[in-house]
């Protein structure tokens, strides 16, 4: 393939041979994990780069309609009580304001649905939404303005005053972790093999030690924002979401309308994280809109998204090992409590990567959760795994040490042959590869193990490494619909999304390679309800569901196909297993000269084009293997011996991530992971009250995250082996960046200064305080 300004044109002309493909169960794998076609794997730059870096490209709050008004909310100051007195009368009199909307006034409606509760549920807080006037958290909406400008809106919103009956609220972690009560995340967060306690207490070599992570927020370039409006009955919704169809259908619930009246758009999305469901200010904007009968615009302040959108939540770990000397574990024990409230579902499973990456004798996890009075917390990057695995991999380091083998090697030591907490064999599991590989290119042979052996000058280097690990997920319900016409173009039509992933672009790939067209004869059509599909862009899964439901797809275009052509057809008489796609047509994969070109086959069949919709199959091949994604990560730190200062020198990520799509925006996903991870290392915190339950630090100037200078040059490899139980054989990369970069960095200032944090984030008063 060639990449001339920015057009990619591909020599895909090995046909694609259709079947049999089935990567499920007694199937043959996806005949797209091959590496020999031109366009899988290749780094194609972004399709929609050009549309974004001119501006081009319109996000929810880029939309203008006619006669469109701005919305602004108004929060609680308190985090449990009622409203006593509420005063809206001079944001009633400001300039330009069409409504406030408050408990009084607001229409009657359903409690949102809780994410998770249903397939298509979309909301991270199932409180009632401005029906009556209790307060529930600190930073609870109380009231909207409409105005005619942002400012005016504002500007009224700021002559609003409330005054509350307080009550007494649980907001401080210790008080709540008195009542804890078992967590579940879509199941039990609870494993026990043998008994680990008394085998922790037999062993020759242990740790048993306790890690902290603080409350986060997720801090998407593009704030949330939605810009929607009413047509009778009907609700027009263009949004920034992770779930189009989840968000129609919630809605439509919500409203009490049908699905089908419910229209949400979302073609561009500038981050997401976890953080893009539904949120109360989508359900506000809505009824205020039906109520002023005028479309709105509501686009959160950085506040407004911290007061509203709910973060990752806080968590306090234990993780003992028990090994003998050879390393091998005895015991593994990783238990510990989460903040949450009893309106939402996320309890931080930060046990989950301790179910599946190292084999011991006996094992318990528990995942206990401390209620608050606070804002649902939620989904938030690689929820569990980012903190968990910031928790376990120091562990290993620290046992490690003490037993005196290389961390790296004790990880290897223990490498299971199956998943140890399931029993289920791996689909493909490449981590000593991994680790291995990463190892050499980082120069890990230079370390030396005792701490603080290395300074030049005023600073301190040290080396560390963790293990990462995220699930393959595919969600049910992908669905697609192919779209074939005579000049030989394709559309696919799939409720997707792109948030800046790539996913536009790897799917053109994967469905151009699969059609045997050019990449600019394919177009795919995402972000939109009314296609086919329930997609999620989250759990790392999307890649997944839109393959499995494009492979489908793609069978029935070529039954359909094969059919147009008829018998004067060279491909008369063939079966879809016998033919593949290639140079825009279809061959007979053993005897290339027999095919025919698309264009040829519709004119033949006088149809201006073939359109056909399926299903993918159920995800069966999760339930069959333990599935997941890999890596290894490696930092170098320097660690000024004076003021504590960390910064990070150099980073490696080895992944293995099943076939890699498209080098370059794996690359880049792999990197902003990382990248996030060395935030939730060193800065990221939301300073939570305890005393108010107010969040104290709502912008970017006061809650921490890296920029260029505290990033170096990251170095990326992966192994690029295909699982052969997947759709293209690939996993999902999208969260899987973030894991293990917590412990990596901790192991690594370890190393430098012999100073162990355990809490993050590793902020250079926990050094200082640590040398005093
Ligand atoms: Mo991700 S936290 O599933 O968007």
Not at 13 to 23: A, C, I, R
Not at 115 to 130: E, Y
Not at 170 to 184: L, N, Q, V, Y
Not at 573 to 579: A, D, F, H, Q
Request: proline share 6%.
């Amino acid at each position: 393939m060639s990449i001339v300004g920015g057009s990619v044109q591909a020599e895909a002309k090995l046909p694609v041979p259709l079947g049999p493909e089935s990567w499920e169960p007694e199937g043959e794998p996806d005949p797209l994990i091959r590496h020999d076609q031109g366009l899988i794997g290749a780094p194609v730059s972004r399709l929609d780069g050009a549309l974004k870096v001119t501006g081009a490209a319109r996000f929810a709050a880029d939309v203008q309609m006619e006669g469109m008004v701005y919305a602004s909310l108004a929060f609680s100051t308190i985090a449990k009580g009622r409203l006593a007195t509420l005063d809206t009368s001079a944001a009633e009199g400001a300039p330009g304001v069409v409504l406030v909307m408050t408990h009084r006034n607001a229409p009657r409606m359903k409690a949102a649905p809780l994410f998770l509760t249903s397939g298509k549920a979309a909301a991270g807080d199932d409180r009632p939404v401005m029906q009556d006037d209790r307060v529930h958290w600190n930073g609870q909406p109380i009231a909207l303005v409409l105005a005619g400008t942002q400012e005016q809106a504002d500007d009224a919103r700021s002559l609003i005053r409330a005054t509350y009956e307080i009550e007494e609220a649980t907001t401080a972690f210790e008080k709540a972790k008195s009542h804890a009560r078992p967590g579940s995340f879509g199941g039990d967060l609870r494993n026990e093999v043998g008994d680990a306690e008394a085998a922790l207490a037999a062993a020759l070599y242990r740790v048993d030690l306790t890690y902290l992570t603080p409350y986060q927020n997720h801090n998407a370039i593009e704030p949330h924002a939605a810009t929607l409006a009413w047509d009778g009955d009907e609700l027009i919704v263009h949004d920034c979401t992770q779930g189009v169809t989840h968000m129609a259908w919630s809605l439509a619930d919500i409203f009490g309308l049908e699905e089908e009246q419910v229209h949400v758009t979302a073609p561009f999305v500038g981050g997401a994280f976890g953080s893009k469901t539904l949120w109360q200010h989508h359900v506000l904007a809505a009824a205020a809109s039906r109520l002023a009968r005028r479309p709105v615009r509501i686009a959160l302040s950085r506040e407004g998204v911290y007061r509203v959108v709910g973060g990752r939540t806080a968590t306090e770990q234990r993780v003992a090992i028990g090994a003998q000397a050879d390393g091998h574990f005895h015991s593994l024990i990783h238990t510990g409590t989460v903040a949450m409230t009893r309106h939402n579902n996320v309890p931080e499973p930060f046990i989950l990567p301790a179910r599946r990456l190292y084999a011991a004798d006996s094992v318990k996890l528990d995942v206990q959760v401390a209620d608050l009075d606070m804002l649902a917390n939620t989904f938030m990057r690689a929820p569990g795994e980012a903190v968990g695995s910031f928790a376990l991999e120091c562990a290993i380091d620290e046992l490690s040490e003490r037993i005196g083998i290389d961390p790296i090697e004790l990880r290897i030591r223990n490498e299971p042959d199956k998943d140890p907490t399931s029993g289920r064999p791996f689909s493909s599991r490449h981590l000593v590869e991994a680790l291995r590989l990463g190892a050499e290119r980082f120069g890990w042979d230079n370390r030396d193990p005792r701490p603080g052996a290395r300074r030049e000058g005023e600073w301190l280097i040290g080396m560390g490494c963790a293990s990462a690990t995220y699930p393959y997920q595919r969600f049910p319900g992908g669905a697609a619909r192919i779209t074939l016409s005579k000049d030989g173009h394709a559309t696919v039509e799939i409720a997707a999304h792109e948030m800046g992933m790539g996913t536009a672009t790897v799917q053109t790939q994967v469905t151009a390679e699969r059609l045997g067209l050019p990449l600019d004869q394919v177009t795919l059509a995402y972000g939109n309800s009314s296609y086919p599909g329930v997609v999620l862009a989250g759990g790392s899964q999307q890649t997944a569901s839109i393959g499995g439901a494009v492979l489908a797809a793609h069978r029935e275009l070529v039954s359909e196909l094969l059919k147009l052509a008829g018998s004067d057809s060279p491909l008369a008489g063939l079966e879809p297993n016998e033919v593949g796609g290639t140079d825009g047509g279809l061959c007979k994969l053993d005897e290339p000269e027999r095919r025919e070109s698309y264009a040829s086959i519709l004119a033949r069949a006088q149809r201006d084009e073939v359109s056909v919709e399926a299903s993918a199959p159920p995800p069966v091949e999760t339930t069959e293997w333990s599935m997941h994604s890999f890596g290894a990560q490696f930092c170098e730190v320097r660690v000024n011996a004076f003021t504590g200062e960390t910064r990070v020198s150099r980073f490696l990520g080895s992944f293995d991530c099943g076939r890699i799509l498209n080098a370059k925006l794996a690359a880049s996903q792999f990197r902003g992971g990382i990248i996030m991870g060395l935030g939730l290392a060193l800065m990221e915190e939301t300073q939570f009250d305890e005393r108010k339950g107010r969040v104290m630090n709502p912008s970017l100037a006061e809650y921490h995250i890296p920029v260029h200078m505290d990033v170096p040059e990251i170095d990326l490899i992966w192994t690029d082996i295909p699982d052969p139980h997947a759709p293209m054989g690939a996993h999902g990369i999208g969260e899987i960046g973030i894991t293990g970069v917590g412990a990596a960095v901790a192991n690594a200032i370890y190393n430098a200064t012999g100073t162990r944090v355990r809490e993050l984030p590793i902020t250079l008063d926990k050094l200082l305080a640590a040398w005093a």
